[in-house]
């Protein structure tokens, strides 16, 4: 099968300069933290989150919501064409991974679950491929 050839493209050695341990293990090697450790699950400020690999906006503050899954959970998307939904058989079970359109990297799964009076999705995703800016920082 031949590989998505996304806008931003580096090695995994170029990913390393500039990722933590942590951040390269989930972005770009799909692993996932463990519930409850994120550094954005509790966060409640207004702002956008964007993509920790390459900065393109992913979810914002507004569609943010408290699911008890243990990560950040958002019902929709800043863009649609920001984030590429992808099956996942991983683990033995069907799945719906998200990533970045923009450098591939793994944010999370999406599940059927999140607020009926959205649009019912949840995207559950690992702080690691986070990176967040407040309201008033934005430009």
Request: with cysteine.
């Amino acid at each position: 099968m031949e590989q998505k050839k996304y806008k931003v493209a580096k090695t995994d050695i170029e990913w390393k300069q500039q990722l933590t341990p942590q951040q390269f293990a989930v972005a770009r090697q799909a692993a996932t933290e463990r519930p409850f450790t994120g550094e954005y699950v509790h966060n409640h400020a207004d702002g956008t989150y964007n993509c920790v690999a390459c900065g393109q906006p992913l979810f914002s503050s507004d569609t943010k919501f408290e699911s008890g899954s243990g990560w950040p959970s958002f019902w929709d998307v800043v863009n649609q064409g920001n984030v590429e939904l992808r099956e996942d058989y991983s683990h033995g079970m069907r799945r719906v991974e998200a990533v970045c359109s923009n450098c591939g990297s793994h944010l999370g799964h999406v599940f059927d679950d999140g607020p009926a009076d959205t649009t019912g999705q949840r995207y559950c995703i690992n702080s690691a491929s986070l990176s967040f800016k407040k309201k008033d920082d934005v430009k």
